[in-house]
């Protein structure tokens, strides 16, 4: 079931044609420190990091993932190659990057519970149907930090117009990001954990 949904998003990258597509694959420097064996701050990692396409023809890229809590430091292998899907670990954590394409016929046009059928078992039991195909709920907290460009954040009957520099803290709440503009727009996620709401 997962991966008809997985081919339905390439098809829909494929047929968006955006300006992502058109131009060289976007990334993002990410820069990871460490203690070093006499305990002194190193930079473990210091490079860049490719967005791809893997759900949807928004590229996106894990910067870190965390598996339990509290997070373990020791880390000395890149913790972004983690497999993970759109939730985090059980008590664990992802940071990840996407650049949310502007939005294209086809999306409107896809099955409304596409991304509520990607979260599978990890949405919470409470909550409205989607309106929207890319609507969708996760037991998990997020931090959303819009770094460039303009973005509609949907919810259950309303929504928010959101710009560079604005912050949103998600909180297992149904939600769907439309780029709604011409210009790619970048958004930082940092997804906790948690309980059922």
């Not at 992502?20 to 460490?34: G, L, S």
Request: glycine share 6%; hydrophobic share 45%.
């Amino acid at each position: 079931m997962k991966h008809s949904l997985f081919a339905m998003a390439l098809v829909v990258a494929v047929a968006a044609g955006s300006a992502i597509a058109q131009t060289k694959v976007p990334e993002v420097r990410r820069v990871v420190t460490a203690l070093d064996a006499n305990g002194r701050a190193v930079a473990l990692a210091d490079g860049a990091v490719e967005l791809k396409s893997f759900r949807s023809p928004n590229p996106a890229g894990e910067m870190w993932v965390t598996d339990k809590y509290p997070p373990d430091y020791s880390a000395k292998e890149d913790r972004a190659q983690t497999k993970v899907g759109l939730i985090p670990p059980v008590n664990g954590s992802i940071f990840r990057i996407v650049d949310f394409a502007p939005l294209t016929p086809a999306v409107s046009q896809m099955d409304v519970n596409m991304m509520m059928k990607v979260v599978g078992d990890h949405a919470p039991a409470k909550g409205a149907p989607p309106r929207h195909p890319m609507m969708h709920r996760t037991r998990s907290l997020d931090y959303v930090i819009i770094m460039s460009g303009e973005i509609d954040m949907l919810l259950d009957d309303s929504e928010v117009h959101l710009k560079a520099g604005d912050v949103v803290v998600q909180q297992a709440t149904n939600h769907a990001w439309v780029n709604r503009g011409n210009e790619v727009c970048r958004v930082a996620f940092v997804l906790i954990d948690g309980r059922e709401p």
